[in-house]
Nanobody, 121 residues
Framework: QVQLVESGGRLVKAGESLTLSCVASGNIFSINPMGWDRQPPWKERELVASAMADGHTTYAESVKGRFTISRDNIKNTVHLQMVSLQPEDTAVYYC???????????????WGQGTLVTVSS
């Protein structure tokens, strides 16, 4: 079993910063990619940022320059540093990972339970 557990979501004011963290556990051989999605109220889930094991990163246009993703390939963790948060960043943030796991080394996709970020104006 592979599990992703997020932490760090809370209520903040516009302009403040926040860092989300996610740790993957289980019988993991490798993770690629690892990143974050979010689902704002009444909207569909969208990619926020993703990081490959080689360091290549991808960001949604709406967060470029404000969010920074980083991962630790040894600890199987990924962090999302968010600055200049705005009310439109309010969402449930989900950690996601493409994992090669288990004795059969199968590739599976996993998402965490989500952590709520609320940005007040």
């Amino acid at each position: 079993q592979v599990q992703l557990v997020e932490s760090g979501g809370r209520l903040v004011k516009a302009g403040e910063s926040l860092t989300l963290s996610c740790v993957a556990s289980g019988n993991i051989f490798s993770i690629n990619p690892m990143g974050w999605d979010r689902q704002p109220p009444w909207k569909e889930r969208e990619l926020v940022a993703s990081a490959m094991a080689d360091g290549h990163t991808t960001y949604a246009e709406s967060v470029k320059g404000r969010f920074t993703i980083s991962r630790d390939n040894i600890k199987n963790t990924v962090h999302l540093q968010m600055v200049s948060l705005q009310p439109e960043d309010t969402a449930v943030y989900y950690c996601h990972a493409g994992v090669v796991a288990g004795s059969g080394l199968r590739y599976i996709e996993r998402w965490g339970q989500g952590t709520l970020v609320t940005v007040s104006s």
